[in-house]
């Protein structure tokens, strides 16, 4: 219909560029009870007539800002529904496409019920995406209260099969941390978390539905800890609650990591960090090592690098590499370009900076004297760095993304006979 006239027409399951219209000398009331019983779908409650002296129902309020991922708990107002839909004789039965009309004023909770009989399954077990008018563009219609106010004429709704979330519920994507790879991060799948629900419980329904995927995890030995982008964030502890005690955003991600052991990280005030021992003689790096501390003093980190490698405390010297994590480096920069043995108290401070679990740390004894290298051991040891920085450079970073089409148009210049060649 028109769309100044309360009816859009759309193409529900795909693109379609059929579209219907109605008389244009009809009323808003005659419209919404136009159209074959056996193709209609009327809302309950208006079925009956509308007269000059019934009251119009009040329009719905324009939205300020769209925003497809929020939910509303309000009830749909009470409001007149048009619906009726005609297959796309044109299109392919690989995929079913309607030519609907609809009433703007008609939610898209309305809207699903609708379209329930043509998709198969109920209105909770799908998702409306509207594409752009190219299909170069998808958004998800989540709110089950807003109207069709915003859609046009010959807009595309496309139908996905999937749980509709409630609005207590956020959809992760988790991935796996493996240290000393040169893969360390790795997507594994995405999760629906609810309000409410422990860490604990998740990390078992996440951990039960890999084990069927032929991984064998221990639930006493995997953790899930925060993802900051491309760094490894807080430790989430099973007691901890969605929401209440872990807020939840659109890019809140995780980590499952498996342990050696048991998890030790009990408290929320414990600090959790990565170590590696740097070997100044031999230009090597150990694998990465995991500490827990009580407090941020840097005398009790120092105490605890001397127990795991036997180096007296006043000789150990630490710096903190850049980058992401891993924090890789060339080891020829390593020893003469960070700060090592930096002048603080308390690992918070400048220029350490460490304010959450997950920092990376290296040490090394300070008595070690650093490699004279030959130019030919220099030699090898940068080609051996750049087989590795190509190694990792070639890392599937993969992330289940939605894919966009890139269409190019090649302009076609009209010659002019001045400027082309004339014989």
Same mark, same amino acid.
């Given at each position: 219909?028109?769309?100044? #006239?309360?009816? &859009? ?14 008389? #244009? ?56 529904? !048009? ?18 009309? %609809? ?9 699903? #019920?609708? @379209? ?33 106010? #915003? ?9 996905? @099969? =999937? ?11 988790? !991935? ?19 309000? =409410? ?12 539905? @890999? ?29 901890? %609650? ?22 030790? &990280? ?7 960090? +990565? %170590? ?14 995991? /500490?827990? @501390? ?29 980058? +992401? ?23 918070? $401070?400048?220029? &350490? ?36 920085? $190509?190694?990792?450079?070639? /890392?599937?970073? !993969? ?25």
């Amino acid at each position: 219909g028109d769309e100044e #006239s309360g009816g &859009v027409s759309g193409g529900a399951g795909g693109h379609s560029d059929q579209s219907t219209s109605e008389d #244009s000398s009809l009323t808003d009331s005659d419209r919404t009870l136009i159209g074959d019983v056996q193709d209609e779908c009327v809302s309950d409650g208006d079925n009956q007539l509308a007269s000059p002296s019934d009251e119009e129902p009040n329009p719905l309020p324009a939205p300020e800002e769209e925003n497809w991922d929020e939910h509303s708990n309000q009830p749909p107002p009470k409001q007149f529904t !048009y619906f009726k839909a005609s297959p796309d004789s044109a299109e392919l039965k690989k995929t079913l496409k309607l030519c609907i009309q %609809v009433d703007k004023r008609m939610t898209m909770e309305s809207l699903k #019920s609708c @379209l329930e009989p043509y998709v198969g399954v109920p209105a909770s077990c799908f998702k409306l995406y509207r594409s752009g008018g190219a299909g170069d563009y998808e958004t998800p219609r989540t709110r089950q209260c807003d109207s069709l106010s #915003s859609l046009k004429s010959e807009d595309n709704l496309i139908v996905r @099969l =999937g749980r509709q979330l409630t609005g207590d519920e956020h959809r992760i994507k988790v !991935y796996q941390l493996v240290l000393d790879s040169t893969q360390p991060i790795k997507y594994l799948c995405e999760w629906i978390i609810a309000k =409410g629900v422990t860490i604990g419980q998740t990390k078992k329904e996440i951990i039960d539905d @890999l084990n069927k995927k032929h991984m064998n995890l221990e639930y006493n030995k995997c953790r899930l800890r925060k993802k900051n982008w491309k760094n490894v964030g807080r430790v989430y502890l099973d007691w901890q %609650v969605w929401v209440d005690d872990i807020m939840v955003y659109s890019n809140s991600d995780v980590f499952l990591q498996e342990l050696a052991e048991p998890d030790t &990280v009990k408290s929320t005030s414990q600090l959790s960090l +990565f %170590v590696r021992h740097w070997h100044p003689a031999t230009l090597t790096l150990d694998p990465f090592q995991e /500490v827990i @501390l009580d407090t941020y003093a840097v005398d009790e980190f120092k105490q605890t690098l001397s127990e795991i490698s036997d180096i007296p405390v006043e000789n150990i010297d630490f710096a903190k590499p850049t980058g +992401f994590f891993p924090c890789e480096m060339s080891v020829l920069k390593i020893h003469t370009e960070l700060d090592w043995n930096p002048k603080v108290t308390s690992l918070d $401070g400048w220029p &350490v900076q460490i304010n959450d679990d997950g920092g990376v740390i290296l040490y090394k004894d300070s008595r070690e004297e650093l490699k004279t290298l030959t130019q030919e051991e220099r030699s090898e040891l940068l080609t051996k760095e750049s087989a590795r920085a $190509g190694a990792a450079s070639t /890392v599937n970073t !993969y992330s289940p993304r939605k894919e966009r089409p890139l269409k190019i148009y090649l302009e076609r210049r009209p010659v002019c006979v001045g400027e082309a060649d004339v014989d």
